[in-house]
């Protein structure tokens, strides 16, 4: 969504307490009137997110050296995400080179008004809001208000073409159907079917015995369930719908799913 350019909310300063990746720290007023400014809301246990990163790290490559500054917000939707390792590790393994400020508290995340994973914010020279996008998509539009507030930087600047899409589902106006609804445990345990003991947690259901295992019934063009405890490394993990624990203290805190593309003529 486009905001006016003469719009009067700016972005918010960084708490100093607040932990950073990648970087020591960052303050807003630091980067006025030399930078662009895209601050992302993100879970590295959201596949929503993690799909998006490819478009981040796009643009952070294409435009950083032009005035860009890409920022990740890590507000954790899932207990293990509150967790500093956790957070690094993913960091790391998803390569990210962008600064990474941690919000497990998610006072970051209600300074924004933010409303879910992943989230954009786009920010002018002078730090006004310009442009919002909740959710996958408007990638095309995100990348051009980019380049808009560049060319404000500098007017004659030479910028390249936009990134092709990525998949054929994020084709701008293409059509989705709509899938199963995401399932967040222990909230909608009823909606599985259940093998053996799992007790609830604060956000999951756990094995007590090896051998247990649940299954949910969807209608999606991909499921993804997300784990944790035992030795797995917490995250989402793609699934046909169906957890098997192998040993005593799988965490199931969820299924995750996505629209199935769109039919290729």
Same mark, same amino acid.
């Given at each position: 969504m486009r905001i006016p350019p003469d719009s009067e909310i700016v972005a918010p300063e960084f708490a100093p307490e607040l932990e950073w990746l990648n970087v020591a720290f960052l303050r807003v007023d630091k980067l006025l009137g030399r930078n662009a400014i895209l601050v992302e809301f993100w879970d590295f246990a959201r596949v929503n997110s993690l799909r998006t990163l490819p478009y981040l790290k796009g643009w952070n490559a294409r435009y950083s050296p032009l005035g860009l500054k890409v920022i990740g917000v890590h507000?954790? =939707?899932?207990s293990f995400g509150r967790e500093h390792d956790a957070v690094a590790r993913a960091v790391e393994r998803l390569e990210i080179p962008y600064p990474v400020v941690l919000d497990p508290a998610g006072g970051v995340w209600q300074r924004y008004g933010?409303? %879910?994973w992943p989230a954009r914010f786009l920010f002018d020279r002078r730090a006004r809001l310009r442009h919002v996008h909740f959710g996958e998509g408007e990638y095309l539009e995100t990348e051009l208000m980019i380049q808009e507030m560049l060319r404000e930087i500098e007017p004659d600047v030479e910028l390249p073409e936009p990134l092709d899409p990525l998949r054929p589902e994020e084709a701008p106006g293409v059509a989705l159907e709509p899938q199963t609804a995401d399932i967040v445990l222990p909230r909608d345990? *009823? !909606? +599985?079917?259940?093998?053996?003991?799992?007790? *609830? %947690?604060?956000?999951?259901?756990?094995?007590?015995?090896? =051998? =247990?295992?649940?299954?949910?019934?969807f209608d999606a063009g991909a499921a993804y369930a997300v784990l944790s405890g035992a030795d797995l490394e917490p995250g989402v993990y793609e699934s046909d719908g169906r957890v098997v624990a192998?040993?005593? %203290?799988? !965490? +199931?805190? =969820?299924?995750?799913?996505l629209p199935r593309a769109p039919a290729t003529a």
């Open positions: 507000t954790p =939707g899932y933010n409303k %879910g345990r *009823d !909606r +599985l079917e259940i093998i053996r003991d799992w007790t *609830d %947690g604060e956000d999951y259901i756990e094995a007590k015995d090896a =051998g =247990g295992a649940v299954e949910a019934s192998e040993t005593p %203290g799988v !965490r +199931l805190h =969820g299924f995750q799913f």
